[in-house]
């Protein structure tokens, strides 16, 4: 069973870059969708955007100028760069993996990792 | 972008009760790309339902999803304590990937 586990800073400066790995075991980053999902505290689920196996992205416009997502096949991780951040982008931040070119959602999730934005 | 509406907002239920939860969508999804997760406190969403109406692995069968085009449906056919959460659909059959606003059913 493929198990994903977020790291990264907990509080991150206005204005700064927010940067988190999310590492892979269990299962091989091929043949899938790696995302990035978000949730501020108390509300709805945000989808930042993914990173296809094969090294192709596809980001949320309300972010794009933002957000940078890479992988790391070889290391069976991803990333994910969120420049200028500001309050707004206080939020828990879910690493997890999809199927979408087979009619498949989000089948697996990391726990999540809090990120606080500020000084 | 297609917006997700899920209604209501809040359900206020009992256990062996049926719950039934919608999910409205600004534009027509293909059946094929609907979700439904559940989400409780403190935990990463879950998901229960795919293509809006294939059960995940391990989804017990009092969970099912229908509908199609606008208008999609998760049913519980009977809540069990378990249950109470909250609960999102999603698409992603087309850019970028939204989610409903949730649905909490309560006790």
């Known amino acids: 069973q493929v198990q994903l586990q977020e790291s990264g800073p907990g509080l991150v400066k206005p204005s700064e870059t927010l940067s988190l790995i999310c590492t892979v075991s269990g299962g091989s980053i091929s043949g899938y969708y790696w995302n990035w999902i978000r949730q501020p505290p108390g509300k709805g689920l945000e989808w930042i955007g993914y990173i296809y196996y094969s090294g192709t992205t596809n980001y949320n416009p309300s972010l794009k100028s933002r957000v940078t997502i890479s992988v790391d096949t070889s290391k069976n991780h991803f990333s994910l760069k969120l420049t200028s951040v500001t309050a707004a982008d206080t939020a828990v931040y879910f690493c997890v993996r999809a199927g979408y070119d087979r009619g498949v959602g989000v089948d697996s999730w990391g726990q999540g990792t809090l990120v606080t934005v500020s000084s | ?107």
């Open chain 2, 1 to 107: 972008e297609i917006v997700l509406t899920q209604s209501p907002g809040t359900l206020s239920l009992s256990p062996g009760e049926r719950a039934t939860l919608s999910c409205r969508a600004s534009q027509s999804v293909s059946s094929s790309y609907l979700a439904w997760y559940q989400q409780k406190p403190g935990q990463a969403p879950r998901l229960l339902i795919y293509g809006a109406s294939s059960r995940a692995t391990g989804i017990p069968d009092r969970f099912s999803g229908s509908g199609s085009g606008t208008d999609f449906t998760l049913t519980i056919s009977r809540l069990e304590p378990e249950d109470f959460a909250v609960y999102y659909c999603q698409q992603y059959n087309s850019s970028p990937l939204t989610f409903g606003g949730g649905t909490k059913v309560e006790i």
